[in-house]
DNA sequence: GGTGAAAAGCTTCGTGT
DNA sequence: ACACGAAGCTTTTCACC
């Protein structure tokens, strides 16, 4: 899906605004070597191809009581799809789940990484939660002692020329 | 770490900007019900709490001719301190790492998620990379088939009175 | 915390190169 | 396609209620 392939110049401004959505166009023109109209055509121009998609608002993950992130392994009775649906439906629900992805390579079918307040928290949701939804045969929990990278910003360096 | 507990209209508040951080103080005092004033005061407060973090802009992993997502489980041969901060170290380099956990409750050491462009990057990233950091003992692969949730807001619900 | 006004900053044009 | 410059607007930031 590379309708529109981004320049050097392009690059640049993903590259920028990845780190800092509130940046002026003012400033992201002079980091880039550009002056502000034709910088803000650009960010427009990637806005409109769907390169970039929204701006949002990190928060601390500690400092609003979240110490724990979990990554949870779930393996599923059937594939069947109604099952599948059900289950990630379901999953829409709990705003603790960050990620969930059905996978390949592995005993289980999905991974989820959840974040929650305590264990008591996480033992509810395992077992109230989690568990209770229809087709679930069995679930791996890891806690994830220290986080050593967690990134918003995808790498560039493949649409080098 | 909870030195300043947002209230109810501080949650609000965390509601609103983890969705859209290019919302502008006039909409989102509107939204939350406060007027512009006391409402910046509010953001600024949480800012200096450490609760807001930070802005960035998200863009489209396919549009930029990122279709795979990755998760990698890697164990280590010792748990030698020098031994997994030179990993860790080494793996700041590899911008397609999005995260990466120490974890604990599983075989593995640590569980990573990188995008790629296609499997050609990958088994370059696999052998040449990831294989060749000194105590790495065995790698297990897990490609993600289907995007579930892909979430960056924090669930707040717990900080209810 | 609310209201108002002033000041500062940004974005967005049009024009020219 | 980019640079420059002016106009218009929004936003932030006070002082005061």
Redesign the interface.
């Known amino acids: ?3 529109h392939k ?1 320049d050097l110049i392009d690059r640049k401004i ?1 590259r920028e ?6 940046i002026s166009n003012l400033e992201l023109a002079d980091k880039v070597g550009l002056s502000p109209s034709p910088c803000s055509r650009r960010v427009k121009q990637l806005e409109d ?19 724990l ?1 979990i ?1 949870v392994h779930v393996s599923m009775q059937t594939q069947e799809t109604a099952r599948l649906e059900n289950f ?1 439906l379901t ?2 629900n709990f ?12 005993d ?1 079918d ?2 989820l ?1 959840v ?1 929650m ?1 305590d264990m008591a ?1 996480y033992e509810h949701f395992l077992l109230k939660q989690l568990n209770q939804i229809e087709g679930v045969a069995s679930i ?20 080098n020329d």
């Open positions: 899906m590379l309708k981004p993903l605004i990845q780190q800092d959505a509130a191809a769907g390169i970039i998609k929204r701006q949002v608002t990190l928060l601390d993950q500690e400092a609003l009581g979240l110490p992130t990554y990630e999953l829409q705003e603790a789940v960050q990620e969930c992805s059905l996978i390949t390579g592995s289980a999905y991974i990484k974040v307040p928290y791996r929990t890891s806690f994830a002692l220290r986080r050593v990278i967690s990134r918003t910003t995808l790498p560039l360096g493949h649409l």
